[in-house]
């Protein structure tokens, strides 16, 4: 399956972006989704993820309450809607999917066999 990220851009802080994950190849029913993200010589963080049932979701500490994954399996989409945002969110956000993790693996980088090519958000203080 290949990824495709979008809707970075810069955002002053406390404002709102939706990032998107475009999927092709083959249909993303049956894989779990994330968004994990890697600040400038930082390590790449897990921010959440939705299972491969669709059931089940998984937030960092750092972003509950205020960014919400979702997915449109119809459409091959996934979302992350990012609210009151602060400079300290500013990193090149990417998505991931796999369609073999188990859920207590959901914030795990490695635990990904596929990755978009990232998409910038910056936030201005």
């Known amino acids: 399956v290949q990824l495709q990220a979008s809707g970075g851009g810069l955002v002053q802080a406390g404002g709102s972006l939706r990032l998107s994950c475009a999927a092709s190849?083959?249909?993303?029913?049956?894989?779990?989704m994330a968004w994990f993200r890697q600040a400038s010589g930082k390590e790449r963080e897990f921010i959440a993820a939705?299972?491969?049932?669709?059931?089940?979701?998984v937030y960092a500490d750092s972003v509950k309450g205020r960014f919400t994954i979702s997915r449109d399996n119809a459409k091959n989409m996934v979302y992350l809607q990012l609210n009151s945002l602060k400079p300290e969110d500013t990193a090149v956000y990417y998505c991931?999917?796999?369609?073999?993790?188990?859920?207590?693996?959901?914030?795990?980088?490695?635990?990904?066999?596929?990755w978009g090519q990232g998409t910038l958000v910056t936030v201005s203080s």
């Open positions: 190849g083959r249909t993303v029913r049956g894989y779990a």
């Open positions: 939705t299972g491969r049932s669709g059931g089940s979701t």
């Open positions: 991931a999917a796999d369609n073999r993790i188990i859920t207590s693996s959901l914030a795990t980088a490695a635990a990904y066999d596929y």
